[in-house]
Structures are given as structure tokens and as C-alpha cells.
């Protein structure tokens, strides 16, 4: 027993660094040329010697004049997250969290006083690790994703200028954006392509275009410079000096395992990521990004009905031709946005066509039939993955295997399986292929038999019909809850706002249907 817990304590301790190649394709194995490959090759991404550095105060050196208050501290303090990663100060979450009180007080007295005396804190530096990208070939440093651990005390300014500036940016962000908002998700964007693709099914002649426009690294393109531009028309003057405090003196160094050597670099392109504030202070961005681009526009262009997520963008043109990519590009190059044309996604809805059905959105597919067969694919794979939990219910409780089963197997089937048409004998096969999982989930297999209802017991579990159906329902409300302006809403009212002549022949089951046959039921 000694040498097995001793074998797994050395397993965690020897952290395999990321597989790097030279310019000739070999594989490098001394640590401090794969810190240097990867350190140069991430500050041509992050790093422009051509864009000025933000300054990190400007005027002269004043009180905030609405200070940081203790309050605002421990708010930011809770929200830590506990179990991750430290920065570069080696202070994890739960430090602050279970700290006494007393330094709530400590925090908000040398924040105050760096902005009363433009004194430099040094806590913008990150810890860059750098990690496989999944199913993307080793050794290329382009295959690698850059993981940011900032500083605790950093993590906290972020947060207490977000809860300063979010009812702001809420008013400033267009409806159309579901991404990076709170009461908001790609449910929404979901739940929206449902209606427009039953609006076509019920009508013949209708033809819908969407374009799904694909952007390279928008994180990672932003204008410090044009993003303060943006923020001084919408957050005050103390909110702007922490926003552009945090912008400055941006560094990132690389962490690999095996040397002590450093590979510091500064940053002056994109949001410093590893903090709340940085997503919302994109979709900012990207929301003048798109009002500049639609101002561009020729008339046909000047309302696109849009359907955002963060940067997947989907634009909706009802009966006219799909927008001109090239202007769009133009117009967006001038924020550093790069749009790539050639994954472009050009799809027409049409009855008399299948082929949109297979077209995948925030990762659900247009067709619910489509969708239900890919979910059920993906979480049997997500299912095997864990077979040598399942094959041994004698070493792992079954509380345990359902906890794992529900949140690594289960939540991947039933995303966005509020958005489903379903038929009775779709519910009926989901229902069978859930108690398949949960058979296996248990060990249970043949000549072994359970019924139904002690499978359900056993697993404290409800029949998967039941559960979808509340979580239609649920998701409907929530919908409906939210301003007329949304995409998913406009969405539902585009499909009622004309009568549809259907054509002959049996109704396709479609969302509408669905809710309606759930009415029918009560």
C-alpha cells in the first residue's frame, strides 16, 4: 500500500511538459529551449511592438472618487473560486476567502491608496502554461492553449470594478448577444434556430439565410487602445482609471517544468485572460466592432437580425441574399478582427432540403432527430471513457458512480435538450438509451434484471421524458421572462407573425408542436 500511494504521489508531482518541435520537425526534450520556443512564439500573439503600451494612470495623481469599500472586497474575495491554480504570488482562493475579516479593510486601504498616489502594485504579471489542444497534433507551439493564473489580489480589483460596471455594459450590449451575460446562454441561440427552422418546415415557399461568420483568436486580437475608447462613453471616470490600471504593465511568464530560468515578456494585445472582467470587456469590443460594421453596410445590411455568442456570430436574412463577407472583413479589420473566409458558413433553410439540419450551432445541431442521435453519441463515447470506474463497482461506491455519471455522461445528453422536437417514440428510445447507461452505470448487465422502477430508485432518478419535459418548460419560461428584443424571442414572434400554409402532407414534429402537444397533455 506504501508503494502505490507513493507511486501515484510521484505521478502528480512529475508534471509532463507540452511536446514541442524546431523549425526541422524534431522533437525537443531540454526544458529551457521548449520555455523559449513557446515564450516567442505566444509573444508574437499577445505582444505587437507596433501598438503603443497602455499607461496605467492618466492625469494627475487623486482619490477615487468613489473609494473601494471593505464591502466591495469581501464581495470580490467570495467569489473566488476555491481548488484552482495560484498566480505568481502562490495565494490560492481559499486564503482570502477564509482569512479573518480584518484584511478586507488591509486590501481596500493599499488599492485606495495606489490610485490616490499612482503607486505601481506589480500585480498584473501572469503564469502562462501552455497545454495540448485536444485532437490537435503535437509539437506545432500553435497547437498549445495558454492558460493565465493571475495574482489573488488582481482576481479581486477585476471582480470589484465588474460588479461596478455590469448594469452599464448590460445597457450598452445589444439583445442579441447571449454570450458572457448573467440569465443568459446558448440556449438562447439554440432555442431561436429552433423557431426560424420551424417557421420554414410549416412554409414551402420560405427561405432563411444564415451566415455563420468564424473569427480567428478574438480574445487575443483586441485594441487595448480602442477598447478605452469604447469604455469612455460608457463607465465613469473611476471605473475607467481600474479598467486601464489593469490593461497596463501586462506580463506573462512561462511556466515548464524541469528549469528555473524565466521567459518574462510584456503584453499590449488582447484582454489579460484568468479573470471575470476579461470576456465582458471583449463582448464590449466586439459589440462597437459591430455597430462600426452594420454603419458600413449598404441598406440591405444596416438592421441584420443577429444571433451572437460571444464570437460565433450568425446573421439571419430572411428571403435575400446572404450578406458580402469581404465588406464585413474590411470593416471589422479596422478593430484587429480577423475573419476567416473560408470557414464562413454559408446555410440555406428550406423544406425541400436536409443537408441544414447537420449544420452545428454552439454545439448543437440544427435538426433535433440530428442533434438527439449526436448527443446520445457523444455521451456513450464520454461513458466508455470512465469503464474502469464502471467495471469495478466493488472499489467505487455507488453514490460516487452516479455523481460521475451525472455530471460527466448525463449533463453531455441532455445539453440543450430543452430546444427538442420530440415525437413519443423519440422519448421512448431516449428513455430506454438512459437506462442502458444506467445499467452500466450500476454493473448491471445480463443474465441480471432490474425493472424500471427499482433502476430509477436505485439511481434516485426520474424517467428522462419527465426530465426534459420540465426542462422545456423551465427554458421556455426563462425566455419568455427576458426583453421582447432577444433573438430567441424575435425568433418565436417571427414565427407567428404570418400564416403559414404548411402544404399538404403530415405535420413535421417541430418545437411549437411539441409545447403544444405538452399543453394537450394537462
Same mark, same amino acid.
Given at each position: 500500500m506504501p508503494f502505490v500511494l507513493a507511486y501515484f504521489l510521484l505521478k502528480l508531482l512529475l508534471v509532463e511538459n507540452p511536446k514541442v518541435h524546431d523549425n526541422d520537425g524534431k522533437q525537443i526534450s531540454n526544458p529551457s529551449q521548449i520555455q523559449l520556443i513557446i515564450a516567442n512564439y505566444f509573444k508574437s500573439k499577445f505582444r505587437d511592438d507596433n501598438i503603443h503600451d497602455v499607461e496605467p494612470y492618466?492625469?494627475?495623481?487623486r482619490k477615487l472618487k468613489s473609494p473601494i469599500t471593505e464591502k466591495e472586497v469581501r464581495a470580490s474575495i467570495n467569489n473566488l473560486t476555491n481548488g484552482r491554480a495560484p498566480g505568481l504570488d502562490s495565494i490560492s482562493g481559499e486564503f482570502p476567502k477564509f482569512a479573518p475579516h480584518l484584511i478586507d479593510n488591509k486590501i481596500a486601504k493599499i488599492l485606495n491608496q495606489t490610485f490616490e498616489r499612482h503607486e505601481d502594485l506589480n500585480i498584473n504579471e501572469g503564469l502562462l502554461i501552455a497545454l495540448p489542444k485536444p485532437g490537435k497534433p503535437k509539437g506545432p507551439p500553435q497547437n498549445l492553449r495558454p492558460i493565465t493564473l493571475l495574482n489573488s489580489i488582481r482576481k479581486e480589483l477585476s471582480t470589484i470594478v465588474l460588479n461596478r460596471i455590469r448594469p452599464k455594459i448590460e445597457t450598452y450590449i445589444s439583445h442579441s448577444q447571449s454570450g458572457l451575460r448573467p440569465n443568459r446562454s446558448t440556449s438562447d441561440v439554440v432555442w431561436a434556430h429552433r423557431w426560424l427552422s420551424a417557421k420554414i418546415l410549416n412554409t414551402p415557399n420560405l427561405q432563411l439565410n444564415i451566415t455563420g461568420i468564424d473569427m480567428s483568436a478574438a480574445f487575443d486580437t483586441i485594441d487595448r487602445t480602442l477598447l478605452q475608447k469604447t469604455l469612455r462613453e460608457i463607465i465613469n471616470e473611476d471605473e475607467l482609471r481600474i479598467v486601464q490600471f489593469l490593461l497596463s504593465k501586462t506580463t506573462l511568464d512561462v511556466k515548464i517544468s524541469g528549469t528555473n530560468t524565466t521567459q518574462l515578456f510584456t503584453t499590449n494585445v488582447g484582454t489579460?485572460?484568468?479573470?471575470? $472582467?476579461?470576456?465582458?470587456?471583449? !463582448?464590449? %469590443?466586439?459589440?462597437?466592432?459591430?455597430?462600426?460594421?452594420?454603419?458600413?453596410?449598404?441598406?440591405? $445590411?444596416?438592421?441584420?437580425?443577429? !444571433?451572437? %455568442?460571444?464570437?460565433?456570430?450568425d446573421l439571419d436574412f430572411v428571403g435575400t441574399d446572404p450578406p458580402n463577407i469581404n465588406d464585413i472583413e474590411t470593416s471589422l479589420k479596422n478593430f484587429r478582427l480577423k475573419v476567416n473566409v473560408e470557414k464562413t458558413e454559408h446555410t440555406e433553410l428550406r423544406k425541400d432540403k436536409e443537408d441544414w439540419k447537420l449544420t452545428k450551432k454552439v454545439g448543437s445541431l440544427l435538426g433535433s432527430k440530428e442533434d438527439i442521435d449526436h448527443r446520445k453519441h457523444l455521451s456513450d463515447v464520454a461513458l466508455k471513457k470512465l469503464s474502469n470506474i464502471w467495471n469495478r463497482p466493488d472499489k467505487v461506491k455507488q453514490k460516487t458512480r452516479i455523481k460521475l455519471y451525472n455530471s460527466l455522461v448525463k449533463s453531455i445528453l441532455l445539453y440543450n435538450c430543452g430546444t427538442w422536437a420530440l415525437r413519443t417514440t423519440d422519448e421512448k428510445r431516449l428513455g430506454s438509451f438512459h437506462r442502458r447507461q444506467l445499467r452500466r452505470t450500476l454493473g448491471i448487465h445480463y443474465p441480471t434484471k432490474i425493472t424500471n422502477q427499482s433502476l430509477y430508485k436505485k439511481c434516485s432518478e426520474t424517467p428522462l421524458s419527465l426530465q426534459i419535459l420540465e426542462l422545456r418548460w423551465r427554458l421556455f419560461g426563462h425566455i419568455l421572462w427576458r426583453d421582447n428584443s432577444i433573438s430567441a424571442n424575435l425568433a418565436t414572434l417571427y414565427y407567428f407573425n404570418e400564416n403559414s400554409n404548411r402544404g399538404r402532407g403530415r405535420p413535421t414534429t417541430t418545437l411549437p408542436k411539441t409545447l403544444n402537444n405538452d399543453l394537450k397533455r394537462l
Open positions: 492618466f492625469g494627475q495623481p489579460p485572460q484568468g479573470d471575470s $472582467l476579461n470576456p465582458v470587456l471583449f !463582448i464590449v %469590443y466586439l459589440e462597437n466592432a459591430l455597430r462600426n460594421a452594420w454603419s458600413n453596410e449598404t441598406s440591405q $445590411l444596416v438592421l441584420p437580425n443577429e !444571433i451572437i %455568442y460571444a464570437d460565433d456570430i
